[in-house]
């Protein structure tokens, strides 16, 4: 059994910052890509950025600039640095994981949520 926790959402002023992290625990061998997500009222859950095991990041075009990635594998967490938020980004933010668990199998993980709201 794998969890994701999420933790670092809230409220923030337009041209604010916030910082979410990520971290994974249970039977796990190894973590391939880890990533965010987010989705909003009445919209499909999108892509916000990700990051290999080795560090290879991918940004939605929407926060290229604005948001960056990071990850600790040894502590198997992922962060994301949010910078300059506009209201459009206010979602609810999802951590994911390709996981590889102790018995091989592999799925992909997801965590439960954490609001960020951008004030205009």
């Known amino acids: 059994q794998v969890q994701l926790v999420e933790s670092g959402g809230g409220l923030v002023q337009a041209g604010g910052s916030l910082r979410l992290s990520c971290t994974a625990s249970g039977s796990i061998f190894s973590i391939d890509t880890m990533g965010w997500y987010r989705q909003a009222p009445g919209t499909q859950r999108e892509l916000v950025a990700t990051?290999?095991?080795?560090?290879?990041?991918n940004f939605a075009d929407a926060v290229k600039g604005r948001f960056t990635i990071s990850r600790d594998n040894a502590k198997k967490t992922v962060n994301l640095q949010m910078n300059s938020l506009k209201p459009e980004d206010t979602a609810v933010y999802y951590c994911?994981?390709?996981?590889?668990?102790?018995?091989?199998?592999?799925?992909?993980?997801w965590g439960q949520g954490t609001q960020v709201t951008v004030s205009s």
């Open positions: 994911a994981a390709e996981v590889v668990a102790t018995s091989r199998a592999r799925f992909n993980s």
């Open positions: 990051i290999t095991s080795g560090g290879v990041t």
